[in-house]
Structures are given as structure tokens and as C-alpha cells.
């Protein structure tokens, strides 16, 4: 499928969602996390944002002393959310199934909320909708009856659960929450949502080498943490999206190429090197 066609689907959706949350400099809003810590679980996770004015959600889930799940959650107060289908999530994942978790004004769900799983896909950005009558309440994993519907005028605290029961690192990172008012589900193609998108324009914005330093001072401090798969990713998002988006000359398309190519049989050290190499070439041109 071709950008140019991608991009035509998305802004051929009849009705534009309307963003609640997008993580840029204008966001102030807080984040809390809730793991089985809780239970006396082990999981640990943490939510950060980060340049790219994303919400990144990363840890490690445990199943020792029962545990077995990891969270974050807004601040507890109604959305105020207008009128709407559902809510839409714009999200960079890792081929696990999260939650979607909302409290409901009036219900108290201890250990729970109203709920709605939605797949990811590793390395790839989608954008999934979760309409409002597909939420159900569940308390400590169990589904609840007898309870009112969630809808948008009754949602509060939105949060994102890991619940799958498989042990092991995550990392999932969001663009935006937003509410459609779009009775249709997304076509097929444009719930592939290429991250090029999104980064062209801040690309624009701050210019090719604004953008590049901005890449490379989280890539830096990825890397710097031990996490240099996230740097190695994080590297090559960028590279690609220049490719593909921005005018740049044969030689420096091919030089791009070529280390987008060799990446590929590295280790993630030795690649986060091989694609930084690229990028300052960029830079210094």
C-alpha cells in the first residue's frame, strides 16, 4: 500500500476525531501507575513522555506471589468528553494485548473498571477504535452484571492495563487519545498507520537537523540507560520516515538505504552505531 494512498484514507474518514490527549508541550496532564506491586506482586513499568510528544509504557510483567499485571491511569475526574462512538488510540506496540480501562461516574469498580482489549502489532503504529457499548465492567479480573453502560458522557480516569498473563518486557507507546464520532470502523488501511505521518511534520517544523538532534538526544539517553534496542528503533523510525517522506538527494537516499540494510543482521548495539552513523551524516550535510 503507498503512503500517499494511506494518508488519502485517513483524511477521507468522514468525521475527524476530536484529540483528548496528545502529549505535546500545550499536555499537562498526569499519569499515574498501578502495578500488582499492589497485591505483593513483582511487575515493574514506568510512563514517561518522550521529544516525539508521545506517552511511552515500558516494564518488565511478573507472575511470582500471583501477580501479574502492570497499569497507568490518568488522574481520577470526568473527561468531559463530547458525544461520540468511541475512543481512538493511536499506538506504537509490541504484538501484545492491552486494556483499555475506563472508570464510570456513579459505579465503583475496586480493582477494575469498565474494560475493552485491543491487539498491537510489534513495531508497527495503528490506530485502533474501541466503541463505547463494547466496554464492560470487571472487578479484580471478573466480569461484573447488573452494571450501567460506560458512554462518553459518564467515562472518567482513562487507563491502559497489561493483563495477558505472560511474563516477560513491554513496551507500548501512545500518539494520542481521541474520541470519533464516525459510526464506521476505520477501513482496513487505514488502521496501518505509517509513524512517517506523524513525524513529517515535525520534521517541517523544526527543520531536517532540528529533528535529527532531537532523535538523537533520546536516542543518546536510551542508550546510555542499557536500552539499546529502544535507541536501535528509535534510529531507524527516523531513518525511514526521511526516506520515505522528505526530498533528500540519490546519495544520501542510498546511504540511508544501505544502513537501513545492514541494521538488519545487527545486534541492536551494533546497529543503534550503524544508524546513528546515517543520521549525523544527515545532520552534517
Not at 6 to 23: A, G, H, K, R, Y
Not at 53 to 77: I, M
Not at 274 to 280: G, K, P, V, W, Y
Request: charged fraction near 25%; charge should be negative; include cysteine.
Amino acid at each position: 500500500m503507498s503512503l500517499k494512498y494511506l494518508i488519502f484514507t485517513l483524511l477521507s474518514l468522514s468525521i475527524t476525531p476530536q484529540t483528548v490527549f496528545d502529549f505535546g508541550e500545550k499536555d499537562s496532564s498526569r499519569w499515574l501507575t498501578i502495578h500488582d506491586t499492589v497485591m505483593g506482586g513483582v511487575s515493574k513499568g514506568k510512563v514517561s513522555r518522550t521529544v516525539n510528544s508521545t506517552l511511552l509504557f515500558q516494564g518488565d510483567l511478573s507472575l511470582d506471589n500471583n501477580g501479574g499485571f502492570a497499569s497507568f491511569r490518568s488522574a481520577k475526574r470526568a473527561l468531559a468528553l463530547p458525544a461520540s462512538d468511541g475512543i481512538e488510540i493511536k499506538v506504537l506496540g509490541d504484538g501484545r494485548t492491552y486494556i483499555c480501562s475506563f472508570e464510570r461516574e456513579g459505579v465503583n469498580l475496586f480493582g477494575g473498571g469498565y474494560w475493552q482489549e485491543f491487539e498491537t502489532r510489534d513495531g508497527a503504529w495503528t490506530v485502533i477504535r474501541l466503541p463505547w457499548e463494547d466496554f464492560e465492567p470487571y472487578s479484580f479480573g471478573n466480569k461484573m452484571k447488573g452494571k450501567p453502560a460506560l458512554t462518553a458522557e459518564t467515562a472518567q480516569s482513562i487507563g491502559v492495563y497489561l493483563y495477558d498473563k505472560q511474563a516477560g518486557p513491554f513496551r507500548v507507546e501512545f500518539d494520542s487519545f481521541s474520541v470519533y464520532t464516525d459510526a464506521s470502523d476505520p477501513t482496513e488501511e487505514a488502521k496501518e498507520l505509517d509513524r512517517g505521518v506523524t513525524e513529517q511534520p515535525k520534521a517541517k517544523q523544526v527543520g531536517l537537523k532540528g529533528y535529527l538532534d532531537e532523535v538523537v538526544s533520546a536516542g543518546v539517553l536510551e542508550f546510555n540507560d542499557g536500552d539499546t534496542e529502544a535507541c536501535a528503533t528509535r534510529y531507524r523510525q527516523a531513518l525511514e520516515a526521511i526516506l520515505a517522506l522528505l526530498p533528500i538527494d540519490a546519495v544520501k537516499a542510498t546511504e540511508i538505504e544501505i544502513a537501513l540494510i545492514r541494521a538488519e543482521d545487527q545486534g541492536s548495539r551494533s546497529a543503534a552505531w550503524t544508524l546513528r552513523e546515517a543520521i549525523d551524516s544527515l545532520r552534517a550535510s
